[in-house]
């Protein structure tokens, strides 16, 4: 019994059971029905009217059943078959542009870290360089300004012996330019000599 | 003019097959009727198939997820097999009350005996499917739970009193409803017809009452022809829970 009558096929053996309804009410008086009661009682009519229903119930349960709903389950499937593949396909279309944009962020950084690797390398040496190069230069310079010293010193040494001497020379021009006497180079010198002597 | 006379069941073919009359009537055209726009409504709106739905295929898709949605909130997984059913009647009896409705028309939802058919094929269908699903078990339906002990001489009965008049307050509710409903429209017609013809000027205006009234209850007999049709098989997918789950 269970697999012949399956929920899903009982409307259709059922639709006998007005036949059997039929059959229990027409025990009533067709006349009395037509002249004085409901039209609805007229037993007259009972069998035709649950004859055509059945028929034409059935009929339009089967055709319900078989092409109308059918059709309409179709167009709803496709359309949320649709619906889903395509929220599907944008979220796949979301993850692989949301992996792209993590991997290019990720390349930059790596980018900017090498660079700033590279960057502060080139900056150690060419400080290094650069301080090397500068001690080189100050050693050089203070070389040179030993030796400018030295020749300095020497030139002022060699300069103070020949001060009186000179000096002498030029007052004894200046002497004699001026005419007065012609004044002996010893008395010059040793004037000067004096005046060089004398504390400051 | 005879209120009770729209609902008079006049043969339009006769035929008689063996002593039986089984005559095409006019309630049978109505009801082919019905059935005829209900295939055209839900058929040629799909026609298209469309993704993006015209206006008619919109209507015809949004009856059948109204009925599946009705069945699924109430019956569950188990009840997808009965959505072909409970759509059917639905169209069936919704556009054989609104097709009543036009005037001059019949209601074959007015007649006990369409609506006591379609009641009772629900009800054994329903009792059918109780037994196939629980077998004998089917009868602790009518055991209440929670009930202490000395209440259930009184509660079975009662439980299998109201089981049993399932089909007849269904089949009653739909009939009275839509013969009640008609029989007011004629009546107050009737009303505004006698006063215009029997009072004169002075008629014609007292009619204007009646006309209102009539008008009033057009309206209302539209969204009762709705509602009933909605009841009808609103009650059948929850006597078909009902059975399913047993409590």
């Known amino acids: 019994m269970k697999t012949l009558v399956t929920p899903a096929r009982l409307p259709r053996v059922l639709l006998v059971a007005p036949i059997v309804v039929a059959t229990l009410v027409t025990g009533g008086d067709p006349a009395v029905a037509a002249e004085g009661g409901l039209p609805q009682f007229d037993s007259a009519f009972f069998l035709t009217q649950l004859f055509w229903l059945a028929l034409i119930f059935g009929t339009f349960y089967l055709l319900v059943q078989g092409v109308a709903i059918p059709a309409v389950v179709r167009v709803l499937d496709a359309r949320d078959g649709k619906i889903a593949y395509d929220i599907t396909r944008a979220e796949e279309k979301r993850n692989e542009a949301a992996a792209l944009a993590a991997m290019i962020d990720d390349k930059i950084i790596h980018a900017r870290d090498h660079a700033r690797t590279i960057l502060s390398l080139a900056n150690r040496e060419a400080e290094s360089v650069a301080t090397a190069r500068l001690a080189m230069f100050d050693a050089r310079i203070a070389g040179q300004v030993r030796d400018a010293e030295r020749r300095v010193g020497h030139a002022r040494d060699t300069a103070l012996k020949e001060l009186p001497a000179l000096a002498g020379a030029l007052i004894q021009e200046v002497v004699v330019r001026l005419g007065e006497t012609t004044a002996e180079c010893s008395q010059v010198s040793s004037a000067i000599e004096a005046t060089l002597n004398e504390p400051v | ?247």
Request: glycine letters at 8%; aromatic letters at 14%.
């Open chain 2, 1 to 247: 003019m005879d209120p009770l006379h729209q609902f008079k069941i006049y043969s339009l073919i006769p035929i008689d097959i063996s002593g039986g009359n089984v005559s095409f009537t006019n309630s049978a055209f109505y009801m082919l009727l019905a059935a005829a726009i209900a295939m055209a409504l839900i058929v040629g709106g799909m026609r298209r198939r469309a993704l993006v739905p015209d206006r008619l295929q919109s209507v015809a898709e949004v009856f059948y997820e109204f009925i599946a949605g009705m069945v699924h909130s109430n019956a569950g997984v188990e009840g997808r097999p009965f959505i072909p059913f409970v759509f059917s009647l639905f169209l069936f009896l919704l556009l054989g009350n609104v097709i009543g409705m036009i005037p001059y028309t019949f209601t074959f939802t007015s007649h006990l005996i369409v609506t006591a058919s379609l009641a009772i094929v629900v009800f054994v269908m329903v009792t059918l499917l109780g037994f196939i699903k629980h077998g004998l078990h089917f009868f602790t339906k009518f055991v209440p739970k929670g009930v202490p002990a000395v209440l259930m001489p009184l509660m079975i009965p009662l439980e299998i009193v109201s089981y049993f008049i399932r089909p007849v307050s269904l089949s009653v509710r739909l009939f009275a409803n839509i013969m009640a409903g008609h029989t007011m429209l004629k009546v107050f017609a009737g009303f505004i017809v006698m006063l215009a013809s029997g009072l004169g000027l002075v008629g014609y205006f007292i009619g204007l009452a009646p006309l209102a009234l009539v008008v009033v209850l057009v309206g209302f007999e539209f969204f009762v022809a709705a509602i009933q049709a909605y009841v009808f098989v609103l009650l059948t997918v929850i006597y078909i829970q009902d059975s399913l789950e047993l409590h």
